[in-house]
């Protein structure tokens, strides 16, 4: 259900304790949560996204543990027990008590005990065969600190600590296609980010599934003019149905969609140090995430730095052309450590610019607001999103751009008060689109309101 929203204010000055501090918000994001939650872990929003979504929970668990750092452990625990013998973390988990035809594609389609057998797919529960960002090992580290003494009670470090290890041994191996040193996703929901204009160059070499061979549940519960075109829809279900079909193998297939994108690789490196914090907690090797996260970092810059456009770049390996599309995606390496002076300065430069251009009552777009495909109110296709937004001004707070984080901080939560925790917004109007009662919404509304100091420890 869509909430009518104002437009939130403007405000100059740094938030205040009484500002940061709003227990009627933070109530209100805790009952999001409660209401959300599924006994094990929490769906992102009842009616359209009903199952387990894997970096919804990592974003979920760090809302989570201001409220119960427990309930935050088995958020992730319950994430990574679905994990394949391959190392990978699978982009949904099904809820079995879900009715199949409540949400297209379902396990009936992944087929992954099935399909996925040959890649250690988990014969006891079903889920997808693609991944998401891995923003895992940052939230599991942040859930840590915030009680190291129960954390430590539980074992929860020194038991997620060699799945973290096995889901990114499996990207910087299984997934370096292009053998640069740089993940690839094989899918554009891989990248969160489903339906962005970056696609749109890549996605057209790939011919649709025939129209009447699926049913999209997704229109029952949002607006048509909100979500993906059938054509995009009938290419998504291709590239999955033909990654299934070859038994969801990396090396070696002749994949459709192959690119390189700058959020999934940034995040991958904001979470091998995350990595490396808790390898040194536990007395393990912390080096060679370390040394992994650099050649990440550098393998970004070498790879997908456009100095031209101010911004990092999406690259399509089987055209090995990076893709002129602007996208939010280009600015999230902010968030990992290791960046050139200049070209942090460029990315401010870019994200407080015309293409972008946020400020005091208007969040990041998704997309390049000149580009030609920009549209306010499609789904990644201009529309500001919360873990976005939360995840850039964490970033702008690492490389000490305090006042422009600040302004994202006061922003969000306001955004999310006056939209009832929505999916998406409106980033001129501030208007709620997609689904209310967001999890991530609430969850990273909550940790904003609950840790002032920001930034990634």
Same mark, same amino acid.
């Given at each position: 259900m869509k909430r009518a929203v104002q437009p939130t204010g403007?405000?100059?000055?740094? =938030?205040?304790a009484e500002e940061v501090a709003d227990p009627s918000l933070a109530h209100r994001a805790r009952r999001v949560l409660a209401e959300n939650w599924t006994g094990g872990s929490t769906v992102p929003s009842r009616s359209l996204y009903p199952h387990?979504?894997?970096?919804?929970?990592?974003?979920v668990a760090i809302g989570l543990r201001h409220v119960? =750092?427990?309930r935050a452990q088995r958020e992730l625990e319950t994430l990574l027990d679905a994990q394949w013998g391959d190392g990978r973390v699978p982009h949904i988990v099904f809820n079995p008590r879900v009715p199949p035809a409540a949400y297209f594609p379902? =396990?009936?389609?992944?087929?992954s005990s099935r399909a996925g057998r040959g890649a250690g797919a988990p014969a006891d529960v079903q889920t997808s065969g693609i991944v998401q960002p891995p923003v895992h090992a940052l939230a599991a580290w942040l859930v840590h600190r915030a009680d190291p003494a129960a954390s430590r009670r539980r074992g929860f470090l020194r038991r997620v600590h060699p799945r973290l290890v096995a889901w990114h041994r499996y990207l910087l191996g299984q997934r370096d296609l292009a053998g640069a040193g740089l993940v690839a996703v094989v899918h554009p929901w891989e990248t969160g980010m489903d339906n962005s204009p970056c696609w749109d160059r890549p996605l057209a070499r790939v011919a649709p599934a025939p129209a009447g061979s699926f049913r999209r549940a997704d229109l029952a519960h949002g607006a048509a003019d909100d979500r993906p075109t059938d054509l995009d829809y009938g290419r998504y279900v291709a590239l999955a149905r033909a990654y299934r079909d070859h038994g969801y193998t990396d090396r070696g297939t002749a994949?459709?969609?192959?690119?390189?994108? =700058?959020?999934?690789?940034?995040?991958?490196?904001?979470?091998?140090?995350?990595?490396?914090?808790?390898?040194?907690?536990?007395g393990a090797d912390a080096d060679t995430h370390r040394d992994s996260a650099r050649h990440v970092t550098e393998s970004l810059v070498r790879r997908l730095w456009q100095a031209d456009a101010g911004q990092f770049l999406c690259r &399509? !390996?089987?055209a090995d052309a990076l893709l002129p599309e602007r996208s939010a995606a280009g600015l999230l390496p902010v968030v990992a450590p290791g960046l050139p002076d200049d070209v942090v300065t460029a990315l401010l430069r870019t994200a407080r610019g015309s293409r972008f251009g946020f400020g005091p009552d208007r969040l990041v777009p998704g997309y390049d607001r000149l580009g030609a495909a920009f &549209?306010?109110?499609?789904?990644?296709?201009?529309?500001?999103w919360f873990n976005v937004n939360w995840l850039l001004e964490r970033g702008f707070r690492q490389y000490g751009r305090n006042a422009d984080a600040d302004v994202l901080r006061r922003a969000l939560p306001a955004a999310a008060s006056a939209t009832g925790f929505?999916?998406? !917004? &409106?980033? &001129?109007t501030g208007q709620a689109r997609g689904s209310g009662d967001f999890s991530w919404t609430a969850a990273l509304t909550l940790d904003l309101l609950s840790d002032p100091q920001g930034g990634i420890r």
């Open positions: 403007t405000r100059s000055a740094a =938030p205040c387990q979504w894997s970096w919804d929970s990592a974003f119960s =750092p427990e379902g =396990p009936d389609f992944w087929r994949h459709a969609f192959a690119v390189e994108d =700058p959020g999934v690789n940034a995040l991958l490196a904001a979470s091998e140090h995350a990595l490396a914090r808790i390898a040194h907690t536990l &399509d !390996i089987r &549209d306010r109110h499609r789904y990644w296709r201009g529309p500001a929505a999916e998406y !917004i &409106d980033p &001129d």
